[in-house]
């Protein structure tokens, strides 16, 4: 006779026999068949999509429980005990190898190694199965889960859970193949995985639906599933015994991870195991004895920020991405989640991998990509490898390259972040261009950029690091007038190279600025322009000036009532702000008593915007506005769209989205290729890193004294369109400047040599010390 209690409790824990299922490839396989890979979900939140009625559909009802726990039906479904079982199996595992805490994970080869790498999963249970069955195919790993290739590794990228209806089944997978190849599989932790951030996705709901006959009030299996995330880790290292120094770098974020700095990992570098998995914590910062460097970084993109500056795509739109270089470091991205968010968002719809051949040496090393189409499954296509390091096909002669390394400061999180994201992808874009397309025969273009948050100490700060101890040749495209000053009196000395600042200070337009070359025209030339179009195009009368009280606003001002002087104008209105001001009540109300019918503003992005919210939509759009390049950000320039408010610009390029230029042709053709926008301040940065480079193929020794004498001597010099003279007195290649008229037009083109000869003309006519002739408005400003 059966006993009632026995079966009771059976039904109730779960009975050992679900412990045969969910256990091999041809488990997960016939798994994967009979469960829809994209079940409806209860909201279109696809960040965060909510399954809670599909999972609860999963659930046995009672009286399959029993048959199962009878014997009399077999459990072909995943099971909560199978995880449990799992989960356990392979905490302990870790446990007793002390994996837990931050700690990162090198392995040092000896021989040539294959590494497969997914991206971020994301709970992309069928694609993940559908790899593991391509790999069985191919004989790398068998039915039971193991790789049976000695040479073969697997590395997820982290980020394996959420953002799916199948997280669980995603986790108990990779926890299977951990299990079965504890010294050949490395989960590295993600984003969702370090301090339980999974407490606020779609894991700790399907915990607590599919657990449902263990509810304790709390998450149930919190506390072990916590605990195995804690020990995995936080980066994975790969070198060579050939090569000890160089280092290829796997984890979720990049170089600028403040908590991961290999130069503090004592004497980790110097003694490993060959072949094996080795482990440090990085909470014990130690000098490290053996210098090394990243030279190659595979990193999850960022595809949040590729949004705001591209065209919506990643660049690891099928799979395999090459990024902007990361501190020098040749910078990859894998995509391996076709899942619905990524769908939704960025169009993607492939299973990938990516396969690392490690040779002896980091140079020689390959990555290859394998994807197919989620919509067509004709199985995983093999593309041409890549050589790792230099991001060329493997098709290209390998030539051993000197490094000609470029560094850059910019405010690319706080203070001006759209336009230094910009300016670095016009530079990067074109560094890549170069290096891939082999401009530079023996040289390879590497780049470092460091973020100053637009703060002039750090913007110091990162100079001294980039000049001191990354050892750069070049300093390209710094950003910010305040920072430039702060170690101006350096270029004075010629004590390293400075090439086209986007910044406007004179001081950085003086003779004696030695080590420092600009491209842009002097903001004196932009602003003259801007007032002659005005008053001769525009037919204004009466001006005001928003002003930020400082050595740009200042400057602007200065050079905006000598240009009015000139059209015999010497009365105008000055309203000015200090830096950092939010309140601009002040400055709305004396717009709106003085009603000019223009208005310049030599203001930056986030006052400006506040500036004009404040003032109202309808004080400004009955007025000529106009401003400088330097605030044609895209931030300004939505915003203004979106309340009707047209702003003239000048602009210190050719127009980027109409010019018949070589230059600004090749630019677009480029940014199309990387689905990146379009925009003045991209094209500034792509034309002027293209003038390196051309001084670079010009130059026989490549060093900073070089190009610089080079680009000292040019003449009339014409670059795909560009004409570039050296003027020695502004130590400034530019010869035009533009007023937009339009994104489909072409801009008005002044000439720089005509805006001096009236600049000095009109200085001729008026006193040195004239008094002034009107008083600026009173904002209760301080001295």
């Known amino acids: 006779m059966v006993n009632i209690k026995n079966i009771l409790c059976i039904i ?13 490839l041809a488990d997960l396989q016939e798994y994967a068949s009979r469960h829809a890979e994209f079940p409806k979900s209860d909201d279109e939140n696809w960040a965060d999509p909510d399954y809670t009625s599909y999972h609860r559909s999963l659930n046995p009802n009672l009286s399959t429980r029993t048959m199962r726990a009878l014997g009399f039906k077999k459990n072909r479904d995943w099971s909560i005990k199978i995880f449990e079982k799992t989960l356990n199996t392979v905490l302990a595992q870790r446990k007793k190898a002390e994996l837990s805490g931050r700690k990162v994970a090198h392995i040092q080869f000896t021989f040539p190694a294959r590494i497969l790498v997914w991206g971020d999963l994301a709970g992309s249970f069928h694609s993940l199965v559908r790899a593991l069955t ?17 040479d073969y590794y697997l590395v997820f990228n982290g980020n394996v859970v959420d953002r799916s209806a199948y997280i669980l089944e995603t986790l108990t997978t990779v926890l299977l193949l951990l299990e079965r190849n504890p010294e050949r599989v490395i989960y590295i932790r993600g984003t969702d995985e370090d301090h339980k951030q999974w407490h606020n996705g779609g894991l700790k709901r399907e915990l607590l639906i599919r657990s449902q006959y263990r509810l304790t009030g709390k998450i149930p299996y919190d506390e072990p599933v916590s605990a ?12 060579t015994i050939k090569d000890p120094r160089s280092l290829i770098r796997i984890s979720p974020t990049g170089l600028d991870n403040a908590e991961i700095n290999e130069q503090l990992f004592g004497s980790f570098w110097e003694k490993p195991s060959k072949d094996a998995i ?37 660049r690891s739109m099928f799979g395999l991405g090459l990024l902007d270089q990361d501190r020098s470091a040749t910078a990859w991205s894998i995509l391996s989640s076709p899942n619905m968010g990524n769908q939704k968002y960025l169009g993607f719809e492939y299973d990938a991998f990516g396969l690392l051949a490690i040779e002896a040496y980091i140079q020689e090393s390959t990555i290859t990509l394998f994807n197919e189409k989620i919509t067509l499954l004709q199985g995983f296509k093999h593309h041409e490898a890549f050589n790792l390091f230099t991001g060329l096909q493997i098709t290209h002669k390998n030539v051993q390259k000197k490094d000609f390394k470029i560094g850059s400061s910019l405010g690319l999180i706080g203070g001006i972040p759209d336009m230094s994201q910009r300016i670095m992808r016009g530079m990067s874009s074109r560094i890549q261009k170069a290096n891939l397309e082999d401009e530079l025969p023996s040289i390879r273009l590497s780049l470092t950029t460091y973020n100053d948050d637009y703060i002039p100490y750090r913007s110091l700060q ?38 086209f600042p986007v910044a406007s200070n004179r001081e950085l337009y003086k003779p004696d600025v030695t080590g420092l070359i600009n491209y842009r025209p002097t903001l004196a030339d932009e602003v003259q322009a801007l007032i002659d179009h005005v008053i001769s195009q525009k037919s204004v009368k009466k001006i005001a000036f928003l002003y930020q009280d400082d050595a740009y606003g200042l400057d602007a001002l200065d050079a905006a009532h000598t240009a009015l002087k000139k059209h015999g104008i010497t009365d105008w209105i000055d309203i000015p702000y200090l830096r950092g001001n939010t309140d601009f009540k002040k400055q709305a109300d004396i717009l709106k008593e003085k009603n000019p019918d223009s208005l310049g503003l030599f203001s930056v992005a986030q006052p400006t915007r506040e500036f004009m919210r404040q003032a109202g939509t309808d004080n400004l759009t009955n007025k000529i506005i106009f401003a400088p390049s330097m605030l044609g950000s895209e931030i300004i320039r939505l915003f203004a769209k979106r309340q009707g408010i047209n702003i003239l610009f000048s602009a210190v390029v050719p127009n980027p989205y109409q010019s018949n230029t070589a230059i600004a042709q090749e630019y677009r053709k480029q940014m199309e290729i990387l689905h990146y926008k ?22 026989k020794e490549p060093t900073p004294q070089a190009v610089k004498q080079y680009l000292e001597s040019l003449k009339n010099y014409n670059l795909k369109g ?12 530019s010869t035009k400047v533009c007023i937009e008229t339009g994104t489909t037009t072409d801009w008005i083109e002044r000439d720089i040599k005509d805006l001096q000869r009236e600049q000095a003309e009109n200085n001729q006519k008026s006193p040195p ?9 009173n904002t209760e400003k301080t001295t």
């Open 278 to 314: 080795q482990y440090y914590d990085i909470t014990k910062q130690v000098e490290s004895t053996l210098k090394v460097g990243v030279k190659v970084i595979i990193k999850s993109e960022d595809w949040m920020i590729e949004r705001r500056s591209v065209s919506g795509q990643p």
């Open 722 to 733: 560009i004409t570039l003279s050296f003027d020695p007195q502004r130590r400034s290649l």
């Open 228 to 239: 195995f995330f804690d020990t995995l880790p936080l980066a994975l290292y790969i070198s």
């Open 12 to 24: 109730t824990l779960g009975s050992s026999i679900s412990s045969i299922c969910f256990n091999t």
């Open 769 to 777: 010390f004239a008094p002034p002739t009107h008083t600026p408005v």
């Open 134 to 150: 391509w790999l069985q195919v191919q004989g790398i790993i068998n039915e039971n889960l193991e790789l049976i290739k000695n």
């Open 462 to 499: 990162n100079i001294t690091q980039l000049i001191e101890k990354d050892h750069v040749d070049t300093i390209l495209l710094p950003t910010g007038d305040q920072a430039l000053t702060m170690y101006v009196d350096q270029l004075r000395q010629n004590k390293f190279l400075t090439l």
């Open 678 to 699: 379009t925009g003045t301040f991209s094209f500034e940065a792509y034309l002027t890193t293209s003038i390196l480079i051309d001084a670079l193929q010009h130059i």
